[in-house]
């Protein structure tokens, strides 16, 4: 089981990249998905979730509008184009699926709100893709 993401790099402020989870010895439509990202000095913040059931999606404020996540079931990956980057959204990014939604449900709200690999396991917690917007 794991989950591998790639994609990240230097881009110019107003510029666009598209990360990658591919996932490996599962399979991902039958699981809610995130992005999380750690910027230095900060906590990891949730920036995108869906569920597996309805295609809900959560997007924290600081993103709406610019990112968008979605999944290619034939292809067993997840990704976040995320389009007029801005400084503040240099990070690392990690992608995440989650293995306890009874659990997730039972706590409330969504997966974006439990953000690392002390709640999912590292099994489902992808490596990091560092993304940088800078001039």
């Known amino acids: 089981v794991q989950l591998q993401a790639s994609g990240g790099g230097l881009v110019q402020p107003g510029g666009s990249l598209r990360l990658s989870c591919a996932a490996s010895?599962?399979?991902?439509?039958?699981?809610?998905v995130g992005w999380f990202r750690q910027a230095p000095g900060k906590e990891r913040e949730g920036v995108s979730c869906?569920?597996?059931?309805?295609?809900?999606?959560y997007y924290a404020d600081s993103v709406k509008g610019r990112f968008t996540i979605s999944r290619d079931n034939a292809k067993n990956t997840v990704y976040l184009q995320m389009n007029s980057l801005k400084p503040e959204d240099t990070a690392v990014y990690y992608c995440?699926?989650?293995?306890?939604?009874?659990?997730?449900?039972?706590?409330?709200?969504?997966?974006?709100?439990?953000?690392?690999?002390?709640?999912?396991?590292?099994?489902?917690w992808g490596q990091g893709t560092q993304v940088t917007v800078s001039s």
């Open positions: 869906m569920s597996s059931s309805d295609g809900t999606t």
């Open positions: 995440a699926a989650d293995p306890i939604p009874a659990l997730t449900a039972a706590l409330g709200g969504s997966m974006c709100d439990y953000a690392g690999p002390e709640y999912f396991g590292n099994d489902y």
């Open positions: 010895g599962f399979t991902l439509d039958s699981y809610a």
